[in-house]
C-alpha cells in the first residue's frame, strides 16, 4: 500500500510540474500573442503563481518520493542508470529554471507592470524558447524512468 502511495504521489508530482511547463508555455504564448497590455500582465503574474505553486510542489513531490522509494527498494540513486539519468535531467532543468526563467519571470512581470511593452516582450521571448528547451530534459527524464 505504502509503495503504491509513493508511486501516486512520484506520478502525480511529474503532472503537476512537466504538466504546469507546457501549458503555461501554451496558454502564455496564446494570451502574449493577443498584444493587449492587461492579458500580458495578466500573463506575468500567473506564470510566477502557477510555477511557485505548481512546479516547486511537483518537484518537490518528485524528488522526495523518488528518495525514499530508492531507499526503500534498495536501489542505489547514484550507481543506477536510470536514475542517475533522471535526475540529471531534473537538475539540468531546475538549473535553467532558477537561473534563467525565475529572473525572466520577474522581469516579464515588472515590464508588465510598467507597460514597457518592448522589455516585457524581450524577456518574454527569451523566457518561451529557454521553457521550451528546458522542457526537452523533463521529458527525457520521463522516457527514462519508464523504459527503465
Given at each position: 500500500?505504502?509503495?503504491?502511495l509513493?508511486?501516486f504521489?512520484?506520478?502525480?508530482?511529474?503532472?503537476?510540474?512537466?504538466?504546469?511547463?507546457?501549458?503555461?508555455?501554451?496558454?502564455?504564448?496564446?494570451?502574449?500573442?493577443?498584444?493587449?497590455?492587461?492579458?500580458?500582465?495578466?500573463?506575468?503574474?500567473?506564470i510566477?503563481?502557477?510555477?511557485?505553486?505548481?512546479?516547486?510542489?511537483?518537484?518537490?513531490?518528485?524528488?522526495?518520493?523518488?528518495?525514499?522509494?530508492?531507499?526503500?527498494?534498495?536501489?542505489?540513486?547514484?550507481?543506477?542508470?536510470?536514475?542517475?539519468?533522471?535526475?540529471?535531467?531534473?537538475?539540468?532543468?531546475?538549473?535553467?529554471?532558477?537561473?534563467?526563467?525565475?529572473?525572466?519571470?520577474?522581469?516579464?512581470?515588472?515590464?508588465?507592470?510598467?507597460?514597457?511593452?518592448?522589455?516585457?516582450?524581450?524577456?518574454?521571448?527569451?523566457?518561451?524558447?529557454?521553457?521550451?528547451?528546458?522542457?526537452?530534459?523533463?521529458l527525457?527524464?520521463?522516457?527514462?524512468?519508464?523504459?527503465?
Amino acid at each position: 500500500m505504502i509503495d503504491a502511495l509513493l508511486k501516486f504521489l512520484h506520478i502525480l508530482g511529474v503532472v503537476l510540474m512537466v504538466g504546469n511547463v507546457i501549458t503555461t508555455g501554451l496558454w502564455a504564448h496564446w494570451a502574449v500573442s493577443e498584444d493587449k497590455e492587461a492579458l500580458r500582465r495578466y500573463a506575468a503574474h500567473s506564470i510566477l503563481k502557477a510555477d511557485i505553486f505548481l512546479t516547486f510542489l511537483g518537484g518537490g513531490l518528485i524528488v522526495v518520493t523518488g528518495i525514499i522509494m530508492s531507499v526503500a527498494n534498495d536501489t542505489p540513486m547514484t550507481t543506477t542508470p536510470w536514475i542517475v539519468q533522471g535526475a540529471i535531467a531534473l537538475i539540468l532543468s531546475t538549473l535553467v529554471w532558477i537561473v534563467f526563467l525565475i529572473p525572466d519571470q520577474l522581469r516579464m512581470q515588472k515590464h508588465a507592470e510598467a507597460e514597457d511593452k518592448e522589455a516585457f516582450v524581450k524577456a518574454y521571448r527569451r523566457w518561451y524558447i529557454l521553457g521550451w528547451l528546458t522542457t526537452i530534459p523533463l521529458l527525457y527524464a520521463i522516457w527514462i524512468m519508464v523504459a527503465k
